[in-house]
C-alpha cells in the first residue's frame, strides 16, 4: 500500500496502523501525527489503520525564542 509521508512516497504493508508507520520510518520522541489533517492522539497510534494513498505528517516540536 502507497502512502506519502512528509511528502515521501512510502509503500507499507496493507492494514498497516500509525504505530508500524512510526516504527517503519524509526521516528523518534517527541513528535505528533495528523493523517489526512486529522491530529491522532497517541493513544490511538496502535489502532489507527492507514489507508491507501493517506497523507501523513509526523511533526517535531521546534523551540527557540
Known amino acids: 500500500m ?3 509521508v512528509n511528502h515521501i512516497p512510502r509503500d507499507l504493508p496493507a ?3 500509525v ?3 512510526l516504527q517503519f ?3 523518534k520522541p517527541p513528535y505528533a501525527v495528523a493523517v ?3 491530529f491522532i492522539p ?3 497510534h496502535s489502532i489507527h489503520i492507514l489507508e491507501e ?3 501523513v ?3 517535531a516540536p521546534v523551540t527557540g525564542g
Open 25 to 27: 520510518i524509526s521516528a
Open 36 to 38: 489526512n489533517l486529522q
Open 19 to 21: 504505530s508500524d508507520l
Open 2 to 4: 502507497r502512502i506519502v
Open 53 to 55: 494513498n493517506d497523507q
Open 42 to 44: 497517541k493513544t490511538q
Open 15 to 17: 492494514l498497516s496502523k
Open 57 to 59: 505528517e509526523v511533526i
